[in-house]
């Protein structure tokens, strides 16, 4: 697990929008999945 992707993706990653405008948070929590399974 590399803690600087989880912490990017948690605290400095741009947080995309759904059409309505609201904060995606499906895509925040597949970006933090992702980052949880990436090497340092």
């Known amino acids: 697990m590399s803690y600087q ?4 993706a948690l605290d400095e990653a741009p ?9 995606d948070t499906t895509a925040r929590a597949v970006l ?5 399974r990436a090497d340092e």
Not at 5 to 8: E, F, L, T
């Open 5 to 8: 992707a989880v912490q990017w």
């Open 15 to 23: 947080m995309l929008r759904t059409k309505a405008g609201l904060p």
């Open 32 to 36: 933090v999945a992702r980052a949880e």
